[in-house]
């Protein structure tokens, strides 16, 4: 549709009207950035004045910044665990929110093993959606001609529980998922899914992803954009196709969904488009029966432009296994978000992976930002944090927010760096997690639980073998699909005629997998998104290989510690060149969905 020029907007020429009204919002709210960020402040404070939190500090209705810098402490999640669980627990008073709390939104990290609940209310529904709508106008300016076609993205609801208080404990996607914003989503021709609605919603992660694939499969031709919510993601998408493309193709040469998809609604909505092909289910066995998948997703659908997926922190090292697959195919990362609050988007989404920049919408949540020191330990002084648009290009710092669900100057843990600005909204790269050593999807484990788990493994060798475990450290082998973690252990073995043995050692990795936090365990039982945890032993002296080879690198022999997470290609390489056996869980650690009392 040909767009008037009065329109235009400075990021580009929209697509169409609706885009040039998304685009305009765009630029005015990051034009005047301060003002959208005073009026959120200033709306929540008003909004919350008589909650108990904000009367707490003895704020009394002021809403300006100053007052509110003053007297609200900076906080972590564990600071409001006590009026969270009397939330979680059924306390219906005005503990946080004016608002009625609808759900709690469980966040990937974690506090004493358990996800954290994030108190939303049902408003926050409207700001995500906001969002949302704002990603599709920026693409179309670099990608044109997105809805002469679908877009084939694996999306999935997860397993939700309920408090003691009965209000829904579910992830933020899950819970978009199944709302009425998305279910009754209206027509767009820019942002058309192949997966029925009806797969995304099946909690049965196998019938939903089998379902999704054969939907993709059917309309191939039509597919211009592939996605998952993280690399990791679209990878386990790939695989799942490798192990089933040969029930997927009888599917299709024959017309009739396989037996082992049981949901009837999920049936109903495959009925519809499925019909006996055989061309396409012999193209199929022809492609996936050959041993070479470079390049299998524009093999299999030639007309993908993109792929939309998280490819920033952790999932980076995801980025050359989706090129070998994708033929080098572009890497879009479209926003920025989390169970907390989302924050901005990418406005120029088709860059490189390593220049990914989020522009924060000011209009979300009241932004701080506590300047990141890797070496200060925060002392819980507030002098330090800087307002939306005063941070500085370069430097990096730890995102603080105040939502109007009730978070107030609430540390995400996300550190990130000024790469620029749009208008006067300041633009960041995300770094990484703050104290976050290992993770393979939305597991995130930092380096206390990783001890714990060593320490609580080696308690099984310790007895029997009279062994101990001399130094260790980890590493994130994204090798395998699902990618697993891996454990390097350098034993003390003190009678070599009674030395650990293979069933003592994979004992050892379950242990270590039954230590982890709720998350990690989630994704080993019931998402599939996590392999088993593996130990490879390695010979005596290697850890002082490792110091040896760190010092010939300038590192200082006085300060040296062993890295207790390690990503260096030389590094891996060495200590893969010193293995002396290697060990697998040999089960599914314990996770149930309630979570403990």
């Known amino acids: 549709m040909a767009v008037d020029s009065a329109l235009a907007s400075p990021l580009g020429p929209p697509a169409c009207e609706k885009d040039a009204k998304a685009l305009r919002f765009i630029e005015e709210i990051t034009r005047n950035a301060d003002l959208v960020q005073e009026r959120v402040l200033d709306e929540i404070l008003s909004r919350n004045a008589e909650v108990e939190y904000l009367k707490r500090y003895k704020l009394d209705g002021a809403t300006d910044r100053e007052t509110f810098k003053s007297k609200l402490p900076v906080i972590k999640y564990e600071d409001l665990q006590p009026e969270i669980q009397r939330i979680a627990n059924g306390d219906r008073s005005n503990i946080l929110s004016a608002h009625p709390i609808s759900e709690f939104l469980t966040s990937s990290g974690t506090s004493a093993g358990e996800r954290k609940l994030m108190p939303t209310i049902k408003e926050e529904l409207d700001r995500r959606q906001l969002l949302y709508s704002l990603l599709m106008p920026v693409m179309n300016l670099y990608v044109p001609g997105l809805e002469k076609g679908k877009g084939l993205y694996f999306l999935f609801v997860k397993s939700e529980t309920k408090t003691p208080g009965g209000l829904l404990a579910r992830p933020v996607l899950t819970s978009y998922y199944k709302s009425e914003h998305f279910k009754t989503r209206p027509y767009d021709p820019y942002n058309v899914y192949t997966s029925p609605n009806a797969a995304i919603l099946c909690a049965d992660s196998f019938q939903s992803m089998y379902t999704q694939m054969l939907c993709g499969l059917l309309e191939r031709q039509q597919v211009l954009r592939l996605g998952a919510v993280f690399a990791s993601g679209l990878l386990r998408a790939i695989r799942f196709l490798q192990l089933h493309w040969q029930l997927l193709a009888s599917d299709i040469e024959t017309g009739t969904l396989n037996n082992k998809i049981t949901d009837p609604s999920v049936r109903d909505s495959v009925d519809e488009i499925l019909k006996p092909n055989q061309e396409l289910a012999n193209f199929i066995r022809n492609e996936c029966s050959n041993e070479n998948w470079e390049g299998i997703i524009t093999r299999i659908w030639p007309n993908t432009k993109y792929l939309d997926v998280i490819v920033t922190g952790a999932m980076a090292q995801y980025i050359p296994t989706l090129d070998y697959y994708s033929g080098g195919l572009p890497l879009a990362c479209t926003m920025y978000a989390s169970s907390e609050c989302y924050f901005g988007l990418n406005l120029n989404p088709m860059c490189k992976p390593s220049e990914v920049s989020y522009t924060i919408m000011p209009n979300m949540a009241y932004f701080e930002f506590l300047p990141h020191e890797p070496a200060d330990s925060f002392s819980g002084s507030t002098q330090k944090l800087v307002d939306l648009v005063n941070v500085e290009v370069g430097k990096e710092y730890e995102l603080v927010i105040t939502t109007y669900a009730g978070l107030c100057r609430y540390r995400v843990g996300d550190i990130l760096r000024v790469t620029g600005f749009h208008n006067s909204a300041p633009q960041f790269h995300f770094v990484r997690r703050k104290n976050v050593l290992l993770s393979i999807d939305s597991d995130k484990t930092d380096e206390a639980e990783l001890q714990t788990a060593v320490e609580n493994a080696t308690q099984l060798i310790l007895r029997e073998f009279n062994t101990s475990v001399v130094e260790y450290t980890s590493y994130a082998d994204t090798n395998t699909i699902p990618g697993h973690y891996v454990i390097y252990w350098e034993l003390l073995v003190k009678d ?37 945890l593996e130990i490879r032993v390695v010979r005596n002296g290697t850890f002082e290989e490792l110091m040896d080879y760190a010092i010939s690198r300038g590192a200082s022999i006085n300060q040296y510690k062993v890295p207790r997470c390690v990503n260096f290609t030389p590094i891996v390489e060495l200590l893969d060149s010193r293995v002396v056996s290697a060990h697998f869980s040999p089960a599914l650690p314990r996770w149930t969905p309630e979570r403990r009392r």
């Open 496 to 532: 070599s005629a009674n030395s650990p043995t293979d069933v003592a050692l994979s004992q050892c990795c379950l242990a270590m997998e039954n230590s982890l936090n709720s998350v990690y365990r989630q994704g080993r039982v019931s998402d599939n998104s996590i392999g088993p």
